[in-house]
């Protein structure tokens, strides 16, 4: 099979499994290597961006080693977002680090004033402190499901397959975490 680059992230790692196909897997990565890098970045705290780089490379050195094991029924994105949250889960319960609060840096841009530039920020990041308090207060789950839909873009079923759970439970813990997220940042306000 020819790559083209427009085929679908199963059929490219279908290329890369069955054929070893190099330049599938160099598309694969391109495709995915901000946004898994972005899970492990929002994840752990800022002082283990290292350990971030590192479980992002032991990601793609799994999909690596088991790609004999994909199954091209299954979506692409939810099987290595699974290696990579296995991947959390042991790095974290190893005790070398806990989960981020700061879930992400804003940085104000563009404006030509200074003062507005760090009064922005500084609205800004007493926004996101509210954000991540509020996180802190829901289920893991409800978070899990939370930031998966809202940061990583995954449908329910995604959320589903990564969670181990199914799809309308998978829609209610984002709901669920979507309404006390709400109430957490209006009282908050008050």
């Not at 979507?178 to 109430?183: G, R, V």
Request: with cysteine.
């Amino acid at each position: 099979m020819k790559i083209t680059g427009e085929e679908s992230d199963e059929e490219l790692m279908n290329a890369y499994a069955v054929s070893g196909d190099n330049h599938a897997f160099v598309l694969l990565y391109k495709r995915y290597e901000q946004r898994l890098f972005g899970y492990f970045a929002r994840r752990l705290f800022s002082g283990h961006q290292a350990q971030a780089g590192d479980l992002f490379q032991r990601t793609w050195l799994k999909v690596h080693e088991s790609r004999d094991k994909f199954d091209p029924a299954l979506r692409f994105s939810a099987w290595i977002f699974t290696i990579a949250q296995n991947l959390l889960r042991d790095y974290i319960s190893s005790g070398h680090v806990r989960l981020s609060r700061q879930l992400d840096d804003q940085e104000t841009v563009g404006s030509e004033n200074v003062a507005d530039d760090i009064e922005a920020g500084y609205f800004r990041k007493l926004e996101w402190d509210r954000v991540c308090s509020a996180l802190a207060e829901v289920s893991d789950l409800q978070r899990e499901a939370f930031l998966l839909s809202v940061w990583e873009g995954f449908t329910s079923k995604e959320i589903a397959q990564l969670l181990k759970v199914s799809d309308a439970n998978a829609r209610q813990l984002v709901s669920r975490a979507k309404s006390a997220l709400k109430n957490l940042l209006e009282e908050a306000r008050s």
